[in-house]
């Protein structure tokens, strides 16, 4: 398996534009996350997904902010409009039931 | 009280040196702890995880005491190659789903 597969892996976008990250998870994985990474917050749960239902996104920052799972094997992350604060690393994970969670290479943004 | 807390270290070692790392959690119903380990500007990758009668893997052994709500981390005849930041992750059940939280991660340094 190629493992879970993020795009784009740098992302360099003026404040106000719309930002799409996307999300490839390993197959038979029922569970989908999505987490913002920050030398000042860790890492950070904005929503996961459960069999491509959205099951808890109080972590997601604000309404700019949206997930979703249109199938099993894809998921996007939209900020609308982006602004410098949202400058992270954004990793999506997938994991079967429980049982550990494996990682994409992540998506640096950058919003100037 | 934050759910995962770690020290945030460095811990700096020399070659060959043991080093333990702790992690406590406050969600008593938690059911599945890992430890992951990350590398600089890398995803966060599945170390090993955490049983209820303590776990080894080569130099590295992992412990879980539920009385008082930590999991360790034991590393033996440290190498160079260990440096990285160690995360512990504690899941805990939620209206039929598992959430994941990571602990803000342990530096560890290891030196010539």
């Known amino acids: 398996d190629a493992g879970v597969i993020q795009s784009p892996r740098h992302e360099v976008t003026e404040m106000g534009q719309e930002v799409t990250l996307r999300c490839k998870p390993i197959s038979g994985h029922d569970y989908l996350f999505w987490y913002r990474q920050t030398m000042m917050r860790g890492l950070e749960l904005l929503i996961y997904f459960n069999n491509n239902v959205p099951i808890d996104d109080s972590g997601m920052p604000e309404d700019r902010f949206s997930a979703k799972m249109p199938n099993a094997s894809f998921s996007t992350l939209k900020i609308q409009p982006s602004e410098p604060r949202d400058s992270a690393v954004y990793f999506c994970?997938?994991?079967?039931?429980?049982?550990?969670?494996?990682f994409g290479s992540g998506t640096r943004l950058t919003v100037v | 009280r934050k759910e995962v807390e770690q020290d945030p270290g460095p811990f700096n070692v020399p070659e060959g040196a043991t080093v333990a790392f702790n992690c406590t959690y406050s969600n008593s119903a938690s059911q599945s702890f890992f430890w992951y380990r990350q590398d600089c500007r890398k995803e966060p990758k599945l170390l090993m995880s955490v049983y209820s009668s303590g776990n080894e893997d080569g130099r590295f052994t992992a412990q879980l005491n539920r009385a008082s709500q930590y999991i360790s981390l034991l590393i033996r005849d440290s190498k160079l190659s260990d440096s990285a930041t160690y995360l512990c992750v504690v899941s805990s059940a939620s209206g039929g789903s598992y959430i994941p939280t990571f602990g803000r991660g342990t530096s560890l340094i290891v030196h010539p």
């Open positions: 994970a997938s994991s079967l039931y429980d049982h550990g969670y494996t």
